[in-house]
């Protein structure tokens, strides 16, 4: 049980913390929704994995609607741009937070897909996952062609 109470230590600013410029640096220039770091609770995780014929994303999107997904892509740049809401942002009612962990705002993440036939590109979104489906490319399929004689 004394898993679920998070850990929060006294006077933290004054411990020692040999990375601390360094977090705050990459915080700072990156932003909240660095998707890369791993003290983000909302950052868009993916797996991506290959098939003979496509290459399948999943991405973790807990506490996202389907109506708050947003697809583009251009330039062969496959955006996945996603937005989660705060509870305390859409209540009329005055509410007392003891703590508030979990994450809220816009999160985005980018995929070259030069790669992938764009205009089959399947998605799926159940159970907090966003499933894309990318079909792969297909070769050119070599020409016999007759050179004429002069």
Known sequence: MFELIPFARKNTEYEFHPFRELEN???????TSNAFSSNN??????DIEETDEAYVLRADLPGVGKEDIDLQIEDDILTVKAERRAA???EDEKKRF????????VYTRSFDVSEVDTDAIGAKFENGVLTL???????????AKKVPIE
């Open 98 to 105: 003891v703590r508030i962990e979990r994450g809220w705002g």
């Open 133 to 143: 489906t990318l079909p792969k490319k297909q070769p050119p399929k070599p020409e």
């Open 25 to 31: 640096f990459q915080r700072n220039f990156f932003g």
């Open 88 to 90: 305390y942002q859409n």
């Open 41 to 46: 609770p909302l950052a868009l995780r993916t």
